[in-house]
Nanobody
Framework: QVQLVESGGGSAQAGDSLTLSCAAS????????MGWFRQAPGKEREFVAG???????HYADSAKGRFTMSRDNAKNTVYLQMNSLKPEDTGIYYC???????????????WGQGTQVTVSS
């Protein structure tokens, strides 16, 4: 069983930066694909970034060039560095752990409780 706890969300102005963290429990963290998804009010959860257990990193088009995902297996933690934030980045950001496709929410078996990110113009 993997438990995930996100942190680092908050309020920001457009153009600001925020860094999200996701700390995982469990001894098999390095074997998991880890992903960041977000959900805006009234919308479905969407893929933001993901990193496979072999360190292949993927980004949604909306995140490319602005967001950077990384993982530290020694700390059982993944990060999402978000730069040049836009109002459309607003939403609840969820960290997920799974053993399948990086981009598909259905591939993730474990989710954190989410952290709110609000970006104002």
């Amino acid at each position: 069983q993997v438990q995930l706890v996100e942190s680092g969300g908050g309020s920001a102005q457009a153009g600001d930066s925020l860094t999200l963290s996701c700390a995982a429990s469990g001894r098999t963290f390095s074997r998991y694909t880890m992903g960041w998804f977000r959900q805006a009010p009234g919308k479905e959860r969407e893929f933001v970034a993901g990193i496979s257990w072999i360190w292949s990193i993927h980004y949604a088009d909306s995140a490319k060039g602005r967001f950077t995902m990384s993982r530290d297996n020694a700390k059982n933690t993944v990060y999402l560095q978000m730069n040049s934030l836009k109002p459309e980045d607003t939403g609840i950001y969820y960290c997920g752990a799974g053993l399948g496709s990086v981009r598909s929410a259905g591939s993730y078996d474990h989710w954190g409780q989410g952290t709110q990110v609000t970006v104002s113009s």
